[in-house]
C-alpha cells in the first residue's frame, strides 16, 4: 500500500494498494468513491513505485512524500468470517490489506489474515461517496469511531465493530463499512514489539511530552479523540532541524514547518502545547512505526 501526497502544493491525498491495482486510488482527505488514473502510480515494483506524469504524484518541480506498508503480496482467499475477503497479510509486520462486499446483516465477520487482533482499521467503500470510518481499541475501544477525512472527536455507536486474532465483526450496517451492493478496502494494524505501535496519550499542556514507544519511529500519525482536531502526519525524512514537518491526512493542504514533533531513538517528543496535539487531559490515538 502506497500514500502518497504532494508536498508543496495543495493536491490530494492518495492511497492505492495491490489488491486494487497501483493505477486507482481512493484519497484519505474526501469521502469520494475509488477513482482510477493510469498516470499517477503506475505500477508497484520489488524494489518501489513506477511513476506516470500526473500532478498528485509527478509534475516537474513539485516534492512529494509517499508511505509504504509492504503486506503480503499476492492476495488470497480468506474464508475465515461470514462474509468472504480477498486479503494480503504481512503477519511480521502487523498489517493487512483486506477487501470484500457488505452485505447489511449486523453481526458478519469478516476474516483479516494477521495472527493478532487487529488494533486500528481503516475502512473506505470504493463504489460510494461514503466517508472514511477508523477504528482504534487504544483511546476508542469497540464503542465509538473516527472519520479519517474529517476532524470530529470519537463518535458513539455502542459495541460497533470488535475484533479477534481471525476476524473483525460488523455489529452496525454502515454505509461506511456494511451496506449490500458496496465495495470496500479495509487496512488493518496490529502492535509489533519493537515494530510498530498503536497507542494513545493523554495530552498535559507542556513542552517536551514524550512518548515511548520503544524504538525510533520512522512514521507518526496522531489524532485527537476527546475533541474536535485534525490527523497530523510526521517521518524522518521531511524535517526541518530535529523536528518533523507536518501534513494533515483530512485537508490537501501542503505541508507546514514548525515544532510540532521530534522523532527520537525511543518514541517521539512533543515540542508543542497546540491542542491538536498535546492539549492538558485530552487523549489522542497514534500509530507509529519504525522505519524499515
Wanted: contains cysteine; aromatic residues 10%; neutral net charge.
Amino acid at each position: 500500500m502506497s500514500w502518497y501526497k504532494s508536498r508543496n502544493n495543495a493536491y490530494d491525498h492518495n492511497l492505492s494498494d495491490s489488491l486494487r491495482g497501483a493505477q486507482k486510488q481512493i484519497r484519505p482527505n474526501r469521502n469520494i468513491a475509488e477513482v482510477s488514473a493510469t498516470n499517477q502510480i503506475t505500477a508497484f515494483t520489488s524494489t518501489g513505485l513506477t511513476l506516470g506524469n500526473a500532478g498528485d504524484a509527478n509534475s516537474s518541480n513539485k516534492t512529494y512524500v509517499a508511505w509504504n506498508f509492504k503486506a503480503g503480496g499476492t492476495p488470497s482467499i480468506n474464508t475465515d468470517g461470514t462474509i468472504t475477503s480477498l486479503v494480503s497479510a504481512n503477519e511480521a509486520a502487523g498489517f493487512s490489506i483486506v477487501s470484500y462486499s457488505g452485505n447489511s446483516t449486523s453481526g458478519a465477520t469478516v476474516g483479516h489474515g494477521l495472527d493478532a487482533a487487529p488494533e486500528l482499521i481503516l475502512f473506505k467503500a470504493l463504489n460510494s461517496s461514503a466517508s472514511w470510518i477508523v477504528y482504534s481499541t487504544p483511546g476508542l475501544g469497540d464503542n465509538k469511531y473516527l472519520t479519517l477525512n474529517d476532524t470530529h472527536a470519537g463518535v458513539t455507536a455502542t459495541n460497533w465493530l470488535n475484533t479477534n486474532s481471525t476476524n473483525f465483526t460488523l455489529n452496525q450496517t454502515f454505509s461506511n463499512c456494511n451496506t449490500s451492493g458496496i465495495n470496500y478496502i479495509a487496512y488493518n494494524f496490529t502492535s509489533i514489539s519493537g515494530y510498530s505501535k498503536v497507542g494513545t496519550y493523554t495530552g498535559n499542556g507542556t513542552l517536551g511530552h514524550s512518548i515511548a514507544t520503544g524504538f525510533a519511529p520512522g512514521f507518526v500519525i496522531i489524532k485527537m479523540t476527546s475533541a474536535s482536531a485534525s490527523w497530523y502526519m510526521f517521518d524522518n525524512k521531511r524535517t526541518t532541524g530535529v523536528y518533523s514537518d507536518q501534513l494533515i491526512a483530512n485537508s490537501n493542504g501542503a505541508e507546514a514547518t514548525g515544532t510540532y514533533v521530534e522523532l527520537t531513538s525511543t518514541g517521539f517528543t512533543l515540542a508543542t502545547t497546540a491542542g491538536d496535539l498535546n492539549n492538558n487531559n485530552q487523549t489522542y490515538i497514534y500509530l507509529a512505526i519504525k522505519e524499515n
